[in-house]
């Protein structure tokens, strides 16, 4: 079944450790990739995007992602977290119209 | 230059009533879509309107409808509320190519009771 999978529903790092978030797609195609970062009660915002080219893609507040085409995965990483980081990610893939989401991974940050 | 913007910010009604959202797309945008996103949940694609048609739509039931003006503002119309409706909901534009960046609005967050 089409799906995109976000295998670690809560991560806990220490500021200023790096960080990795998975995310997994099972799409025929290879779709377009995004993370979008969610702050409580807030909307989404998109953080990096993945549509062709070099598969090493730069985001906003020092996030980068890589598209793996043999593993099916688009995981996004940090090298020094932030106390400001916290909140949850969400990995999607863009289809025709509509984007479909993985569960989301909520990030705390200890001090 | 404003980004998405919606309104209410919240709302609580309760079951049987009906409901209308609204949103406003983010500047140059003409393509809006709506996701509902549960509690503890990632956001679930109700439908995209484009050029005041409804172009796709997600598994949700046909209490769920919406509207698209000509400055391409939306409404998001939910009938016969139930305690499940329960949700944030989420407004997005974009323009209309097939894998363009959808830009997400604050939300409104409904309550059902």
């Known amino acids: 079944a089409q799906s995109v999978t976000q295998p670690d529903i809560h991560i806990t790092v220490s500021e200023g450790a790096s960080l990795e978030l998975r995310c997994n797609y099972s799409?025929?195609?290879?779709?377009?990739l995004f993370w979008y970062v969610q702050s409580p009660g807030q909307g989404l915002q998109l953080l990096l995007k993945?549509?062709?080219?070099?598969?090493l893609v730069q985001g906003i507040k020092g996030f980068e992602a890589e598209f793996k085409r043999s593993q099916s995965s688009f995981n996004l990483r940090k090298p020094s977290v932030h106390w400001s980081d916290a909140a949850e990610y969400f990995c999607?893939?863009?289809?025709?119209?509509?984007?479909?989401f993985g569960a989301g991974t909520r990030l705390t940050v200890k001090p | 230059d404003a980004g998405v913007t919606q309104s209410p910010t919240h709302l609580i009604k309760t079951r049987g009533q009906q409901v209308t959202l609204r949103c406003s797309p983010k500047?140059?945008?003409?393509?809006v879509s709506w996701y509902q996103q549960a509690l503890g949940q990632g956001p679930q694609f109700i439908f995209q309107?484009?050029?005041?048609?409804?172009?796709q739509r997600g598994n949700f039931p046909d209490r769920f409808s919406g509207h698209q003006f000509p400055n391409y503002s939306s409404e998001l119309n939910v009938n016969a509320l139930l305690l499940g409706d329960s949700a944030l909901y989420l407004c997005?534009?974009?323009?209309?190519?097939?894998?363009?960046?959808?830009?997400f609005g604050p939300g409104t967050r409904l309550l059902v009771l």
């Open positions: 997005a534009s974009s323009l209309p190519e097939r894998g363009k960046t959808q830009y």
């Open positions: 309107y484009y050029e005041e048609e409804e172009r």
């Open positions: 999607a893939v863009g289809l025709n119209n509509d984007m479909r």
């Open positions: 799409y025929g195609a290879t779709p377009y």
């Open positions: 993945y549509f062709s080219g070099d598969t």
């Open positions: 500047s140059g945008h003409d393509t």
